[in-house]
T-cell receptor
């Protein structure tokens, strides 16, 4: 079972910032928060990940609350190409090797022209 | 340069046949994975291999067998194909640490008739 809760769908106007929320209230101290997206039927694309601190890269920013129970992915200037299903994932680590990612249903983000 | 490549991209075959899907990564990662995405678009992990050792096997029928000749390759062999095996199969790779993102291939769409 996925350990995250996301809204099933969201709309955002082109050129505006898209803010995608995620709840992960049962996250453990050594678990990372990952964000991926899947455009149509392409392979999932890595966006960003973080542990405690906010993170930023060329694609997006990740804001993690101080208690780590929720996070927000921010796409600063959404374009039509950002229309996709966005997955927020808490990544477990077994210690003997990396566990894979457990995908939930994600948020279908639709960028409106 | 393709980081994770799968072949073939499309595979159409009849029930009862045996088929293989190949995956190669040139990222120097030590862990590789296979995921299945069914018609409802739910992404589910099937296997992961770390240093040629099976780490995860998520209730996958034993008709599915991963084969890893070396760290850069993880092939998926399927015996006695069934209609329900029709899906998109994604290969991925990462380092064996929770801080290492998975990189996915573009998928193989398998259709069993």
């Amino acid at each position: 079972d996925a350990k995250t809760t996301q809204p099933p769908s969201m709309d955002c106007a082109e050129g505006r910032a898209a803010n995608l929320p995620c709840n992960h209230s049962t996250i453990s101290g050594n678990e990372y928060v990952y964000w991926y997206r899947q455009i149509h039927s392409q392979g999932p694309q890595y966006i960003i990940h973080g542990l405690k601190n906010n993170e930023t890269n060329e694609m997006a920013s990740l804001i993690i609350t101080e208690d780590r129970k929720s996070s927000t992915l921010i796409l600063p200037h959404a374009t039509l190409r950002d229309t996709a299903v966005y997955y927020c994932i808490v990544r477990a680590y077994s210690g003997g090797g990396a566990d894979g990612l457990t995908f939930g249903k994600g948020t279908h983000l639709i960028i409106q022209p | 340069d393709t980081a994770v490549s799968q072949t073939p991209k499309y595979l159409v075959t009849q029930m009862g046949n045996d088929k293989s899907i190949k995956c190669e990564q040139n990222l120097g990662h030590d862990t590789m994975y296979w995921y299945k995405q069914d018609s409802k678009k739910f992404l589910k992990i099937m296997f992961s291999y770390n240093n040629k050792e099976l780490i995860i096997n998520e209730t996958v029928p034993n008709r599915f067998s991963p084969k890893s000749p070396d760290k850069a390759h993880l092939n998926l062999h399927i015996n006695s194909l069934e209609l329900g095996d029709s899906a998109v199969y994604f290969c991925a790779s990462s380092q064996a640490t929770a801080n290492s993102p998975l990189h996915f291939g573009n998928g193989t769409r398998l259709t069993v008739t």
